[in-house]
């Protein structure tokens, strides 16, 4: 059914639910998983455009990527990683279709109105402007198993 799910990482601690939650489908469902950090700071959002250098922030959110590849890899899941950079909600829906995928995982952080209006809501703006399914898990449910 899902062949290859995107999976937004944060590099924070909601990646601890979301991770074993997709780590478990993808065993269930043969699926390939894509690994997808969007780096959003001022030297990624402009990396390109000033040709600067690869900022400290983007090199420790691709160790993080590549660690987090690796154990799921030694579980035996197909994974690939992919630093991207710019605005989330963007970046996400660009690589989930120029990568083919058909599923999109994400966590949500329970946030009211209030707080989607002032933090702005990655989700909302996913869910808006795609056709691919999401998948939501909200960030500490449930007991986090090891992935």
């Known amino acids: 059914m899902y062949r290859k ?3 937004a990482l944060e590099n ?3 990646d601890d639910t979301l991770v074993p939650h997709i780590a478990e489908l993808a ?11 969007v780096a959003d700071g001022w030297a990624a959002r402009n990396f390109n455009q000033l040709k600067l250098a690869e900022s400290a922030e983007m090199k420790a959110d691709q160790a993080y990527l590549d660690g987090v590849a690796a154990r799921l890899r030694s579980g035996g899941l197909t994974v690939g990683s992919e630093l991207v950079l710019g605005n989330p909600p ?4 660009k690589t989930a279709e120029a990568r083919a995928c058909d599923l999109i995982a ?9 707080g989607d209006f002032f933090l702005g809501s990655t989700i909302d703006k996913v869910r808006h402007n795609t056709t691919i399914p999401i998948l939501v898990v909200r ?9």
């Open 106 to 114: 994400m966590t949500s952080h329970g946030h009211k109105l209030i």
């Open 12 to 14: 924070g601690r909601a």
């Open 27 to 37: 065993r269930r469902l043969g699926s390939e998983l894509l690994l997808v950090h």
């Open 5 to 7: 799910i995107l999976v």
């Open 90 to 93: 963007t970046e996400i829906l």
């Open 139 to 147: 960030a500490g449910s449930g007991t986090a198993a090891p992935f």
